[in-house]
């Protein structure tokens, strides 16, 4: 019994021996730091609106005729010139309806000198036939010969002049045919010069849709060309900044693609407003730049004037991932503060939350500075 509990007081001594003992916090030395008030300032009243890069002028080259493709001679992506051949159709028909009218035009200039011997004979027996009649009418005034006779002669010369009439008239319908003729010609031509589909304009293929042997159809998009250094930005702009923005004004454009900004101006603000959005769509011309394309993101600001907001300097921000945060000095201590920032320019930040008018902030934030460090405010 009493080794039993010898044994029980050993372990209970064991335990209280091993309790770790309750850290406290350390003094230490201060860390040096300055600290900068944050207070309220001028900040640029600016709006940042994002879009699309689209071609200033751009075509969907379709063709006017239905037929096979033949040929296509260009790929996305080449540079074509005005007038260069890009997709051949094939022509069969369209040749067979050329030859047909030619040769009817060439059928009626044949029948021109058949025509034109047609009112010579009908001019000469008209001659006659007056001369004749003449002659029959001094006779008759003289009583020399019968009234059957004069009648004769008078009716000769009805159907002489008849005759002539009819032969000029045939004329003149010959004539009329071969202009016709002619028209119908050019029009065939016309029609054989759509299987030959041009470019516009000097430019950039955007999109091709078509391969030999598909079937094109008159309005069927077959090619698109967009015309090189002609870009704009297309913006959606909130319905309630419209009426601040005017055309011809200044904007910046960030690009991307061309990892810088540029300086362009507004050339057009649609005036309808889309009714599901809110919004309206502002055109933004942009310089001539090799790396433009048709489709790149890019992004406008633009300035409507000053606003005071909360500023702090730049490096006083600690950033660790998503979070942003600030030193502020408390009873002689670094507190961590988590913060939310606007726009950064000139080495100032704007904040939205976290911090208000009259905290003081560490800056710069010292990187090895941990929160709850005792400080000493320095000038």
Same mark, same amino acid.
């Given at each position: 019994?009493?080794?039993?509990?010898?044994?029980?007081?050993?372990?209970?001594?064991?335990?209280?021996?091993?309790?770790?003992?309750?850290?406290?916090?350390?003094? #230490?030395?201060?860390?040096?730091?300055?600290?900068?008030?944050?207070?309220?300032?001028?900040?640029?009243?600016?709006?940042?609106?994002?879009?699309?890069?689209?071609?200033?002028?751009?075509?969907?080259?379709?063709?006017?005729?239905?037929?096979?493709?033949?040929?296509?001679?260009?790929?996305?992506?080449?540079?074509?010139?005005? #007038? $260069?051949?890009?997709?051949?159709?094939?022509?069969?028909?369209?040749?067979?309806?050329?030859?047909?009218?030619?040769?009817?035009?060439?059928?009626?200039?044949?029948?021109?000198?058949?025509?034109?011997?047609?009112?010579?004979?009908?001019?000469?027996?008209?001659?006659?036939?007056?001369?004749?009649?003449?002659?029959?009418?001094?006779?008759?005034?003289?009583?020399?010969?019968?009234?059957?006779?004069?009648?004769?002669?008078?009716?000769?010369?009805?159907?002489?002049?008849?005759?002539?009439?009819?032969?000029?008239?045939?004329?003149?319908?010959?004539?009329?045919?071969?202009? $016709?003729?002619? $028209?119908?010609?050019?029009?065939?031509?016309?029609?054989?010069?759509?299987?030959?589909?041009?470019?516009?304009?000097?430019?950039?293929?955007?999109?091709?849709?078509?391969?030999?042997?598909?079937?094109?159809?008159?309005?069927?998009?077959?090619?698109?060309?967009?015309?090189? #250094?002609?870009?704009?930005?297309?913006?959606?702009?909130?319905?309630?900044?419209?009426?601040?923005?005017?055309?011809?004004?200044?904007?910046?454009?960030?690009?991307?693609?061309?990892?810088?900004?540029?300086?362009?101006?507004?050339?057009?603000?649609?005036?309808?407003?889309?009714?599901?959005?809110?919004?309206?769509?502002?055109?933004?011309?942009?310089?001539?730049?090799?790396?433009?394309?048709?489709?790149?993101?890019?992004?406008?600001?633009?300035?409507?004037?000053?606003?005071?907001?909360?500023?702090?300097?730049?490096?006083?921000?600690?950033?660790?991932?998503?979070?942003?945060?600030?030193?502020?000095?408390?009873?002689?201590?670094?507190?961590?503060?988590?913060?939310?920032?606007?726009?950064?320019?000139?080495?100032?930040?704007?904040?939205?939350?976290?911090?208000?008018?009259?905290?003081?902030?560490?800056?710069?934030?010292?990187?090895?500075?941990?929160?709850?460090?005792?400080?000493?405010?320095?000038?």
């Amino acid at each position: 019994m009493k080794s039993a509990l010898a044994l029980l007081i050993s372990i209970v001594w064991l335990a209280g021996c091993g309790e770790t003992p309750r850290k406290t916090e350390a003094a #230490g030395t201060p860390v040096p730091v300055k600290t900068t008030p944050v207070a309220l300032g001028s900040w640029p009243d600016e709006y940042e609106a994002v879009g699309t890069v689209r071609a200033r002028t751009s075509a969907v080259v379709s063709s006017k005729v239905m037929g096979y493709v033949r040929e296509v001679r260009v790929q996305a992506g080449d540079h074509v010139n005005a #007038g $260069q051949l890009l997709v051949a159709l094939d022509a069969g028909d369209l040749d067979a309806n050329l030859r047909r009218a030619e040769a009817g035009r060439e059928e009626a200039r044949n029948a021109i000198p058949e025509a034109d011997n047609g009112v010579a004979a009908a001019k000469a027996n008209l001659d006659l036939a007056r001369a004749t009649f003449s002659r029959m009418k001094d006779l008759f005034t003289s009583k020399s010969i019968s009234n059957q006779e004069y009648d004769e002669a008078s009716a000769r010369l009805k159907s002489a002049e008849a005759a002539y009439a009819m032969a000029e008239s045939k004329r003149a319908q010959l004539t009329a045919r071969i202009a $016709q003729a002619d $028209q119908e010609s050019q029009a065939a031509e016309i029609q054989r010069g759509y299987a030959q589909i041009t470019a516009p304009f000097a430019g950039i293929v955007a999109a091709k849709s078509v391969d030999p042997g598909n079937l094109a159809t008159p309005g069927a998009a077959l090619l698109t060309i967009e015309r090189e #250094g002609a870009y704009r930005l297309e913006v959606s702009i909130e319905e309630s900044r419209l009426s601040a923005i005017r055309r011809g004004e200044p904007v910046t454009v960030a690009i991307d693609a061309l990892g810088r900004a540029i300086d362009a101006r507004i050339s057009e603000i649609v005036p309808a407003v889309d009714a599901a959005s809110r919004s309206g769509l502002v055109k933004i011309d942009l310089p001539a730049w090799p790396q433009l394309r048709s489709g790149v993101f890019g992004r406008a600001r633009f300035v409507f004037g000053t606003r005071q907001a909360l500023l702090i300097p730049a490096d006083a921000v600690v950033e660790r991932g998503q979070l942003q945060s600030v030193y502020v000095v408390e009873n002689g201590a670094a507190r961590l503060r988590i913060i939310t920032t606007g726009r950064k320019t000139a080495g100032r930040v704007e904040v939205l939350s976290g911090l208000t008018a009259g905290d003081s902030v560490i800056s710069p934030a010292p990187a090895t500075l941990a929160d709850g460090a005792r400080v000493e405010i320095r000038p």
